[in-house]
């Protein structure tokens, strides 16, 4: 039996894992080895291992490696420590292979530490572009410290394919968050509203947004300027509720939160801010949301696949492959203002039932683990010159 190590580090990455992880702890073949670090183990940003616990997983190993800080030094010495702990649990565990999910710092200090203990790695959401994080850096170094590649789109396998990678090593398998909302059972409207009132006291009687911004954290856009002109523009729009999940552990994340706060706190009614939904809520509030806007992946990847409008603010996701749904604006009141109305233009909403996603839309996780069965994992790795120099 291969044993599989899954590193998770934060609740959106949780979510997207979730089947996978439910698949491999099922599989005959396969042994679940659940390694559970960063914001996970903050009570700041929800304390999200609890959730884990609750869906029935085993945890293995818990990583502290959060620092209270903000800036990216503290960012860097919460690598140092992650490293530091995550050698320990990979010597105990002793896994087959690890298999990480995107492009976080937290998920940098995995790859780096599976390497240097020659563990093969198995990556997922490799090729992708987000010119405006740091996020764009690492997801390519990981890409470097893998072995195995799981990529959402032909086009991203096709960079994993320039960056070297071995072309019997790279699978297209579509995108998990996409399997996922086919795989979670959605709530309907009334169950929703009264999830929301018993879970988050929460009264949800008006049409709403679904938001998720997160900082910025590469070029010249000021995240806290720029979610406030975000928070500028719903005001123009009062007849309208708000959900507002907390940001991720990013440089620059807590004076997000802090905003949030404090902007709830005002319109407590109007307003719902919460560090973590879960899964199923969090789906089942896109469903039945007006719209999803921020900078969050999920606006792009997921909300096409329920044809589901979505605003993309500013240059965190620029350069990612997006549906015709997805609207793109500047990071100005404005500009979020005007992408707001060209969401409620009539051809927008007769465009809505066209929509194809191109993240896929079934089906990856039993690519996933078919690969990871059959992979030979004692190969040393060897850069793939691209044939032509292209």
């Known amino acids: 039996m291969r044993k ?7 609740r959106a990455e949780y979510g997207l894992l979730y089947w996978l992880l439910k698949d491999i702890q099922t599989d005959s073949d396969l042994t679940l080895q659940l390694i559970v670090s960063a914001m996970h183990l903050s009570p700041e940003f929800g304390y999200s291992k609890s959730l884990i616990e609750q ?5 293995d190993e818990q990583v502290e490696m959060l620092l209270s800080s903000d800036t990216s030094v503290g960012s860097v010495k919460s690598m140092g420590l992650a490293m530091i702990g995550l050698a320990d649990s990979l010597q105990r565990l002793k896994p087959d292979v690890v298999v990480i999910l995107g492009d976080r710092f937290e998920a940098l200090a995995m790859a780096q530490t599976a390497m240097m203990m020659n563990i093969p790695i198995a ?6 572009i987000t010119e405006g994080a740091k996020d764009d850096a690492i997801r390519h170094a990981i890409t470097k ?6 990529t959402a789109n032909e086009s991203y396998a096709q960079r994993v394919r320039q960056l070297g990678e071995s072309p019997k090593n790279i699978f297209n398998v579509g995108a998990l968050g996409v399997e996922a909302l086919h795989r979670t059972t959605i709530l309907s409207q009334e169950q929703l509203t009264q999830v929301l009132h018993d879970k988050f006291n929460f009264t949800l009687s008006q049409p709403y947004f679904l938001v998720t911004y997160h900082a910025v954290t590469l070029g010249d856009e000021d995240p806290e300027l720029s979610f406030t002109a975000l928070l500028s523009a719903l005001e123009q729009i009062p007849e309208h509720q708000i959900i507002i999940t907390y940001p991720n552990a990013d440089d620059g994340g807590r004076k997000l939160i802090n905003l949030i706060d404090n902007y709830a706190s005002k319109h407590n ?3 719902l801010a919460v560090k973590s939904l879960g899964q199923q809520i969090y789906n089942s509030a896109m469903k039945h949301c007006i719209a999803v806007i921020g900078n969050s992946s999920s606006g792009i990847i997921e909300a096409p696949s329920l044809q589901i409008p979505s605003i993309d603010i500013g240059i965190r996701q620029k350069g990612r492959l997006s549906a015709h749904s997805v609207v793109h604006c500047a990071a100005d009141t ?3 203002a005007q992408a707001i109305l060209a969401i409620s233009h009539t051809d927008y909403i007769n465009a809505l ?3 194809v996603n191109p993240y896929g839309n079934s089906h990856t996780c039993e690519k996933i683990i078919s690969s990871l069965k059959a992979a030979s994992l004692d190969e040393n790795k060897v850069f793939q010159d691209l044939k032509g120099g292209n």
């Open 4 to 10: 599989i190590a899954v590193f998770t580090g934060t």
């Open 55 to 59: 869906d029935g997983f085993e945890i």
């Open 123 to 128: 990556h997922l959401h490799g090729g992708e």
């Open 145 to 150: 410290l893998s072995n195995l590649h799981f």
């Open 269 to 271: 009614e109007r307003i």
């Open 334 to 336: 404005q500009a979020i």
């Open 353 to 355: 039932p066209t929509t």
